[in-house]
Structures are given as structure tokens and as C-alpha cells.
């Protein structure tokens, strides 16, 4: 250990680092018995969230090209390739029980279809059908942005029959589509239908 | 009725050991719920007030990081090590993208590194904020710790606006960082928050660190030697408070660091109060880097590397190899060792955690003798991660 050359550097001198101890100064602090706190009353006062903070996902259903590199780049893997009835490509359905909300996801999507917004709030009320609510395909921008006040948009998530899906958003809208399955390859039934469809246009082409 | 002799043998046949009875001791089970040790534990051999024997009880938080990133492409992991140390994530962030960028040899432009020296030193004054507010709380100074607490959430917002995240920041990407400065309001902001902390040391020194029961707890307890700091391979504030001049940013020197002036302060004592005048010093010195960095300003230029893999990042590619990059943190010298063998995972990543070198073996020594009183503010004093012990 001796041998080991030493690399001279600026080191702070001793009575610059040590410290006197005070039996007085301590009772300085009594000062701020007369300033104001820095805590908030929440829920009557509210901190400002950060412009891009990084919250629940939105997805543009029409550019979305379901390229699955979303699914692929999750840490957690909390990303699952949705086929839906009327579009062409799979979705990804996001899972927040997973979600680590590190928002590659949003980064490597090519054409800028999944993106984010700043909302957050993940809390419940413990019931089974509010716990449905975070796992779903993200709704278009504007749909996600209507409500200010940070809190997921869906208030409820009705299973109709055949695998048909209705989304209620807290306003009251909905929104309705059939789910056919899931995974990167289309689901077998429609996949014949959607062979026809192409054959189709390709003959009046 | 059992003999002790086939207990003992039965225990050894399933891999555990009994440990012998002992008429005048008894055994204490120091944490994990104890507020001090958070997520750690220590088995204590007591006799009356004063420890005899201390066993390290780790591995509550183990997850095997390191096996888990040879499962998960390049960048994803970006995503899994900064929770090895939850009150610095961008340490463990900045080594791993530091060794990729190595790998791939890249040459990171001067405005990421401008903002990767910054937001290194705005989570070193982070953690010591986080520690300040442990300690002042074990040493019953409660006001000091809330003032730490709440001077921690200005440096949050702050992150919060750069990186998208209050804690898990996942910012530091191989080959620049993910987003660009928002813009002169942040620096504006980062300027008037030094200020601020910068005047409020002194209110920490009048309270805390100046206060006289402060010393009449720490003074020449816990006390560490020199030679045996080495052995085990202390480093960081620790092995500085016994009287050994190391500091990786100026024996290896990375980002803007030789541009930077800065003193480093090393005490002889060894003991608590000496590594705690040695964080208390490092809080100012770190502010002053701050003041230093805002007054050259970011360059202009791209805050990432232009490269065609990183357009499709799944399957990102780094050519075989491997690399070390190692930075100081608040806790110490943390490194990163990533082999590669050009496919789109990694083969092996090392990391070199600063907690367990003191956080385990040196621990077991310096508690041997101490009064149970003093058992949470060494321990404190040592300013372990658990996290990172276990990994």
C-alpha cells in the first residue's frame, strides 16, 4: 500500500471543516416558530405538476401502425397488442399494474401515435370494477386532456357481448368497439375476412 | 426429546447454523421495522446496555438486477438500475450510460455533458439533504431534519421539470440525455434554489451540525481506522473522514470535472462527528460546483448523439467488449462494468456498489462495544443504501 503514488489535489483545510460546538446557537432556530409553513392543505391547495410530466399514456388510433416496438422496449412488459374490429393494425392495451411509467414506450413509437400527458392520479376507491380501469387501450389526446384535475378519464368499463367493449369516460361519453384478441398475429377468423377485403381492392386496382 | 449435538447436525444437513446459547447475553433483532436501518436489519448480541456481537441480516430488497439486464434489451435497463440507489437514481443512470458510450465509442456532445455534470451534483446535494434529515432525526434534532426535507423538495420540482419524474428520473440515456434544459426559466430556478440552500447552511450549522449535543453523541464513537477503511474498501465520505485523500472526481476525472474547482475535505478523526462534518462540508462544495456550472452556462449544440441506431431502439446493437465507468456518488465510488458480445442484450453488467463495503463487514466491527443508543446514529453515520447492498 505504501507504493501507491499519491495524486496531489486541493484538499479544504481542517478548521474550515471542523466545526465549534454552541450551547446558544441552537435557539436560533426558534425563529421560524414565526414564518410560514411549506407544507400545503391538500385537498384545498394543489402543487403544480411539471408541463411534461410523465403520466398516463394517449394514443392516436389513426397513425398508430401497430409495429409493436412499444411492446418491445417495456421494461415491465406491461404493453399487450390489441386486435380491433374496424382497424387495420393492432393497439397496444397498457397495463398500469405494471406500468413503471418510464415512457420509452412514447420515445421509440415512429410515427408519434403513443404519447403522454401529465395526469397521474392512480388511487381507488377499492373496487373491483375501478381496478378494470387501468388496463386499457388510451383513448385520442383530446379525449384524455378534458379533465383538469389529473385523475384517469374512464369512470367505468362495460363487457357487452361478443367481446364488445364500451368505454365510459367521466362525462358521460362513450366509446365502443369489439375487441377480436390479442397478440401480434391477428386473430384467425377475421385474418380470412381481411384477405378477402385486400384480394378485393387489388382486383378493382 | 431432541439432543443439542443432532439439532445442530440437522440445521447444518438444510444449510443453516445455531448459533450457541449464552447465559449472560441475549439476542436483539435490530430492523427492518426500526425507523434508522430501512429495509435492513441487524442481529445484535447484547449484554446489559452494550453490544458484543453485531450480525449484518441484509437481503430484504434483493431483486438480482444484474441477472434481470442480461434479459432486457440495451436501453431498457436504464429503467432497472437507477432503483439500486433510490435517494441518487441518476448515479447507477450515468455509469451505465458512461460504459455503453465506451462501447460504442462515442464521443457524447459537450451540452449532455454539461447537463449530466449538473444533474450528478443535483443528486449528491439531493442525497445529503435525504441523509441530513436521517440523521438530525436519529440524533432527536427534529426541526433541522424537516428544514432537510423540505430544501430536498425544491431540488424535486427541479428535477420534476428537466426530467418528467420527481424520483425515478430514467434521464441519462447512452449517448446524451433523453430531453433538452426546458429553458433559462429552469436555470433561473436552479440558480435562485442554490442561492436559497446556500443561505439556509447557516440555519443547518446553527441548529445541527453546530449544536452541542450533536457532538456530545458523535464525538469518538463508531470510530473507523485508517488501515482498516482501506481493507475493506471504503471509500467516499467514510474513508475520507479517516484521514486517506480520495476522491474519484479528482484521482479519475470524468465529464467537466477538471474544469471544475473544488476542495475536498478529509479529516484524521475517524469517528461520527467526523463523517458528518465531512458530509456537512461536501453539501457547501456541491453548491458551489452548482454555482460554478450555471455561471459557464450550457453550451449550445445537441443534447444527443446523431446515430442511425437510435431510431429503432429495440433492436440497438453495441459491438463486443467491455467497459468500466465509475463516478463519485454521495455514499462513495460507484462503478459499472458492461460486457457486451454484440447482440442486442447485455452479456454481464457488475455493478460496484459504495454501501457494501461499509455497509456489512465494517458495520460488525465498529458496533462491537457500542451502547444501543448509539447503534442507529452510526449506523446512520455510515450512510448505507440497503438497496444496494442486496441488489
Redesign the interface.
Known sequence: MENVKEIEFKVAPEEKVKKKPSFLKPWLGLKYLFKKPVTIKIPYEHTQIAEKYRGFHTLNWKTCIGCNMCGQICPARAIEMTWIEGEKRAHPKIDYGRCTFCQFCVDVCPTGALGHVEHYILTTEWKEEELELFDWVPLPEEKVRKFKDYRHPLAKIEHLEDGKVRYILRDGEAVEFRILGYGLKPPAKPRAEEKKESGEEKKTE | MVSQQELVKEARENGMELLPLEKDTYELFFGPQHMATENYSLILKMDGNRVVKAIANPGFLHRGFEKLAEY??W??????FLRVCVPEPDVPEAIYSMAVDELMGWEVPERAQWIRTTVLEMARVTSYLFWTMGMAFKLG?Y??GQ?AA?YR?RFM?LF??LT??RV?H?YTIPGGV??DI?GDKWLRQLRDTVEYLKDKLK?F???L????????RLEGIGVMDKKFA?EEGVTGPNLRATGV?A?VR??DPYLLYPEL????????EGDALARV??R??EIE?DLYILEQLLEMGPPSGPYKVDHPAL????RFKVPAGDAYAHVESSKGDFGAYVVSDGGNKPYRVQLRGPSIAHGIRVIEQLLVGARLADVPVILVSLDNCPPDIDR
Do not use: C, H, M, S
Open positions: 432486457r434489451p436501453y431498457t435497463n436504464i429503467a432497472l434534532v426541526t433541522a428544514w423540505a423538495e420540482a420534476e421539470e418528467g419524474a425515478y430514467i433523453r430531453r426546458p440555519d450549522d446553527n441548529v451540525f453546530e449544536n452541542y449535543i450533536t457532538f456530545k482501506l485523500k476522491d479528482k484521482l474547482d473544488f476542495e475536498v475535505p478529509v479529516l484524521k462534518l465531512v456537512r462540508f462544495q431510431k429503432a431502439l429495440p
